[in-house]
T-cell receptor
Framework: DTGVSQDPRHKITKRGQNVTFRCDPI?????LYWYRQTLGQGPEFLTY????????KSRLLSDRFSAERPKGSFSTLEIQRTEQGDSAMYLC?????????????????FGPGTRLTVL | GQSLEQPSEVTAVEGAIVQINCTYQ??????LSWYQQHDGGAPTFLSY????GLEETGRFSSFLSRSDSYGYLLLQELQMKDSASYFC??????????FGGGTRVLVKP
Protein backbone atom coordinates (compact mmCIF):
# COMPACT_ATOMS: atom_id res chain seq x y z
CA ASP A 1 0.00 0.00 0.00
CA THR A 2 1.62 3.22 -1.21
CA GLY A 3 -0.83 5.50 0.56
CA VAL A 4 -2.57 6.52 -2.67
CA SER A 5 -6.15 5.30 -2.82
CA GLN A 6 -8.57 5.12 -5.73
CA ASP A 7 -12.29 4.56 -5.85
CA PRO A 8 -13.95 2.55 -7.21
CA ARG A 9 -11.56 -0.32 -7.90
CA HIS A 10 -13.78 -1.69 -10.64
CA LYS A 11 -16.43 -0.06 -12.80
CA ILE A 12 -18.58 -1.70 -15.44
CA THR A 13 -20.69 0.63 -17.54
CA LYS A 14 -22.60 0.68 -20.77
CA ARG A 15 -21.41 2.61 -23.79
CA GLY A 16 -22.62 6.17 -23.70
CA GLN A 17 -22.77 6.48 -19.92
CA ASN A 18 -20.68 8.89 -17.87
CA VAL A 19 -18.29 7.66 -15.19
CA THR A 20 -16.28 9.42 -12.51
CA PHE A 21 -13.27 8.13 -10.65
CA ARG A 22 -11.69 9.50 -7.49
CA CYS A 23 -8.08 9.57 -6.37
CA ASP A 24 -6.81 10.45 -2.90
CA PRO A 25 -3.05 11.09 -3.02
CA ILE A 26 -0.59 10.95 -0.16
CA UNK A 27 -1.60 13.96 1.90
CA UNK A 28 1.56 16.03 1.66
CA UNK A 29 2.06 15.41 -2.07
CA UNK A 30 1.39 18.48 -4.19
CA UNK A 31 1.66 16.79 -7.60
CA LEU A 32 -0.99 14.38 -8.84
CA TYR A 33 -1.00 12.46 -12.13
CA TRP A 34 -3.50 10.40 -14.09
CA TYR A 35 -2.42 7.57 -16.38
CA ARG A 36 -4.25 4.97 -18.41
CA GLN A 37 -2.95 1.44 -18.89
CA THR A 38 -4.22 -1.26 -21.22
CA LEU A 39 -3.26 -4.90 -21.00
CA GLY A 40 0.35 -5.58 -21.93
CA GLN A 41 1.24 -1.91 -22.29
CA GLY A 42 2.94 0.65 -20.11
CA PRO A 43 0.98 3.40 -18.39
CA GLU A 44 0.09 6.29 -20.70
CA PHE A 45 0.13 9.84 -19.33
CA LEU A 46 -3.20 11.67 -19.33
CA THR A 47 -2.82 14.77 -17.19
CA TYR A 48 -1.19 16.20 -14.08
CA UNK A 49 -1.82 18.78 -11.38
CA UNK A 50 0.39 20.81 -9.16
CA UNK A 51 -1.81 21.66 -6.21
CA UNK A 52 -5.15 22.63 -7.78
CA UNK A 53 -3.71 23.77 -11.11
CA UNK A 54 -3.93 21.42 -14.07
CA UNK A 55 -0.59 22.01 -15.76
CA UNK A 56 -0.60 19.59 -18.65
CA LYS A 57 -3.01 17.42 -20.61
CA SER A 58 -2.05 14.76 -23.10
CA ARG A 59 -3.03 15.41 -26.69
CA LEU A 60 -4.51 11.92 -26.55
CA LEU A 61 -7.07 13.12 -24.04
CA SER A 62 -10.27 13.83 -25.90
CA ASP A 63 -12.76 16.46 -24.78
CA ARG A 64 -14.86 13.67 -23.27
CA PHE A 65 -12.28 13.46 -20.47
CA SER A 66 -12.06 16.04 -17.71
CA ALA A 67 -10.12 16.08 -14.49
CA GLU A 68 -10.30 18.30 -11.45
CA ARG A 69 -8.44 18.80 -8.22
CA PRO A 70 -10.54 21.51 -6.60
CA LYS A 71 -8.75 21.97 -3.29
CA GLY A 72 -5.37 20.59 -4.20
CA SER A 73 -6.08 17.35 -2.37
CA PHE A 74 -8.21 14.62 -3.99
CA SER A 75 -8.82 14.52 -7.72
CA THR A 76 -11.61 13.27 -9.95
CA LEU A 77 -11.45 12.03 -13.51
CA GLU A 78 -14.69 12.04 -15.48
CA ILE A 79 -15.30 10.33 -18.78
CA GLN A 80 -18.43 11.39 -20.62
CA ARG A 81 -20.22 9.29 -23.25
CA THR A 82 -17.96 6.31 -22.66
CA GLU A 83 -16.80 4.22 -25.60
CA GLN A 84 -15.54 0.64 -25.67
CA GLY A 85 -12.06 1.96 -26.40
CA ASP A 86 -12.07 3.64 -22.99
CA SER A 87 -11.85 0.23 -21.31
CA ALA A 88 -8.57 0.26 -19.40
CA MET A 89 -7.01 0.58 -15.98
CA TYR A 90 -6.93 4.20 -14.82
CA LEU A 91 -4.03 4.86 -12.51
CA CYS A 92 -3.44 7.80 -10.24
CA UNK A 93 -0.03 8.73 -8.85
CA UNK A 94 1.30 11.45 -6.60
CA UNK A 95 4.69 12.90 -5.84
CA UNK A 96 6.32 15.52 -3.72
CA UNK A 97 9.50 17.47 -3.68
CA UNK A 98 10.41 15.53 -0.57
CA UNK A 99 9.54 11.84 -0.78
CA UNK A 100 10.76 9.05 1.42
CA UNK A 101 13.38 11.31 2.93
CA UNK A 102 14.83 12.19 -0.45
CA UNK A 103 14.53 15.62 -2.03
CA UNK A 104 13.02 14.64 -5.32
CA UNK A 105 9.89 14.72 -7.42
CA UNK A 106 11.26 11.74 -9.24
CA UNK A 107 9.46 8.99 -7.36
CA UNK A 108 5.79 8.71 -8.21
CA UNK A 109 3.60 6.69 -5.88
CA PHE A 110 0.84 4.86 -7.72
CA GLY A 111 -2.57 3.90 -6.45
CA PRO A 112 -4.14 0.48 -7.13
CA GLY A 113 -6.09 1.80 -10.11
CA THR A 114 -9.69 1.73 -11.29
CA ARG A 115 -10.44 -0.91 -13.87
CA LEU A 116 -13.07 0.36 -16.32
CA THR A 117 -15.01 -1.99 -18.57
CA VAL A 118 -17.30 -0.43 -21.15
CA LEU A 119 -19.84 -2.85 -22.58
CA GLY B 1 7.45 13.05 -29.24
CA GLN B 2 9.02 10.35 -27.17
CA SER B 3 9.49 6.63 -27.77
CA LEU B 4 11.13 3.92 -25.71
CA GLU B 5 12.14 0.40 -26.66
CA GLN B 6 12.73 -2.49 -24.32
CA PRO B 7 12.56 -6.27 -24.80
CA SER B 8 9.13 -7.76 -24.33
CA GLU B 9 10.12 -10.78 -22.25
CA VAL B 10 13.07 -12.30 -20.43
CA THR B 11 13.25 -15.69 -18.72
CA ALA B 12 15.91 -16.65 -16.17
CA VAL B 13 16.44 -19.01 -13.24
CA GLU B 14 16.64 -18.17 -9.57
CA GLY B 15 19.98 -16.72 -8.60
CA ALA B 16 20.79 -15.54 -12.11
CA ILE B 17 21.46 -12.00 -13.32
CA VAL B 18 19.16 -10.27 -15.80
CA GLN B 19 19.82 -7.04 -17.70
CA ILE B 20 16.89 -5.16 -19.23
CA ASN B 21 17.93 -2.63 -21.85
CA CYS B 22 16.02 0.50 -22.70
CA THR B 23 16.69 2.84 -25.60
CA TYR B 24 14.80 6.06 -26.00
CA GLN B 25 14.18 8.91 -28.40
CA UNK B 26 12.93 12.00 -26.71
CA UNK B 27 12.87 15.74 -26.53
CA UNK B 28 13.32 17.45 -23.19
CA UNK B 29 14.98 14.58 -21.36
CA UNK B 30 15.42 14.99 -17.60
CA UNK B 31 16.08 11.41 -16.51
CA LEU B 32 15.23 7.72 -16.78
CA SER B 33 13.13 5.90 -14.20
CA TRP B 34 12.43 2.21 -13.68
CA TYR B 35 9.21 0.79 -12.25
CA GLN B 36 8.19 -2.74 -11.30
CA GLN B 37 4.65 -3.98 -11.68
CA HIS B 38 3.34 -7.34 -10.52
CA ASP B 39 0.27 -8.78 -12.23
CA GLY B 40 -2.79 -6.99 -10.93
CA GLY B 41 -0.69 -4.52 -8.97
CA ALA B 42 0.33 -0.90 -9.29
CA PRO B 43 3.70 0.22 -10.63
CA THR B 44 6.26 0.74 -7.89
CA PHE B 45 9.35 2.91 -8.18
CA LEU B 46 12.72 1.19 -8.39
CA SER B 47 15.27 3.79 -9.45
CA TYR B 48 15.98 7.05 -11.24
CA UNK B 49 19.05 8.18 -13.19
CA UNK B 50 19.52 11.79 -14.18
CA UNK B 51 23.26 11.61 -14.80
CA UNK B 52 25.44 9.11 -16.59
CA GLY B 53 26.58 6.16 -14.56
CA LEU B 54 25.43 3.37 -12.35
CA GLU B 55 23.04 3.64 -9.39
CA GLU B 56 22.92 0.67 -7.06
CA THR B 57 20.05 -0.14 -4.71
CA GLY B 58 20.40 -3.54 -3.13
CA ARG B 59 20.03 -6.30 -5.71
CA PHE B 60 18.91 -3.83 -8.39
CA SER B 61 21.15 -1.43 -10.28
CA SER B 62 20.33 1.05 -13.02
CA PHE B 63 22.63 2.61 -15.60
CA LEU B 64 22.28 5.59 -17.90
CA SER B 65 24.24 6.86 -20.87
CA ARG B 66 22.71 10.13 -22.03
CA SER B 67 24.96 10.36 -25.07
CA ASP B 68 23.74 6.95 -26.26
CA SER B 69 20.11 7.50 -25.20
CA TYR B 70 20.40 4.17 -23.44
CA GLY B 71 19.90 2.72 -20.02
CA TYR B 72 19.52 -0.63 -18.37
CA LEU B 73 18.19 -2.22 -15.23
CA LEU B 74 20.26 -5.01 -13.71
CA LEU B 75 18.54 -7.54 -11.51
CA GLN B 76 20.96 -9.66 -9.49
CA GLU B 77 20.46 -12.80 -7.40
CA LEU B 78 17.06 -13.28 -8.97
CA GLN B 79 14.28 -14.47 -6.70
CA MET B 80 10.87 -15.88 -7.58
CA LYS B 81 9.24 -12.70 -6.29
CA ASP B 82 11.08 -10.73 -8.99
CA SER B 83 8.74 -12.21 -11.60
CA ALA B 84 6.97 -9.08 -12.79
CA SER B 85 6.90 -6.50 -15.56
CA TYR B 86 9.58 -3.84 -15.57
CA PHE B 87 9.08 -0.48 -17.25
CA CYS B 88 11.58 2.16 -18.17
CA UNK B 89 10.14 5.66 -18.24
CA UNK B 90 11.53 8.94 -19.45
CA UNK B 91 10.95 11.92 -17.23
CA UNK B 92 10.18 15.16 -19.05
CA UNK B 93 9.42 18.65 -17.79
CA UNK B 94 6.84 18.73 -15.03
CA UNK B 95 7.74 15.22 -13.99
CA UNK B 96 5.52 13.73 -16.69
CA UNK B 97 6.57 10.13 -17.34
CA UNK B 98 6.50 8.41 -20.71
CA PHE B 99 6.66 4.64 -20.23
CA GLY B 100 8.04 1.92 -22.45
CA GLY B 101 5.99 -1.12 -23.29
CA GLY B 102 7.48 -3.12 -20.43
CA THR B 103 9.61 -6.23 -20.09
CA ARG B 104 8.01 -9.27 -18.56
CA VAL B 105 10.54 -11.13 -16.41
CA LEU B 106 9.79 -14.75 -15.63
CA VAL B 107 11.94 -16.36 -12.94
CA LYS B 108 12.05 -20.14 -12.94
CA PRO B 109 13.16 -22.41 -10.08
Amino acid sequence: DTGVSQDPRHKITKRGQNVTFRCDPISEHNRLYWYRQTLGQGPEFLTYFQNEAQLEKSRLLSDRFSAERPKGSFSTLEIQRTEQGDSAMYLCASSSRRAGGRISYNEQFFGPGTRLTVL
Amino acid sequence: GQSLEQPSEVTAVEGAIVQINCTYQTSGFYGLSWYQQHDGGAPTFLSYNALDGLEETGRFSSFLSRSDSYGYLLLQELQMKDSASYFCAVRAAGNKLTFGGGTRVLVKP
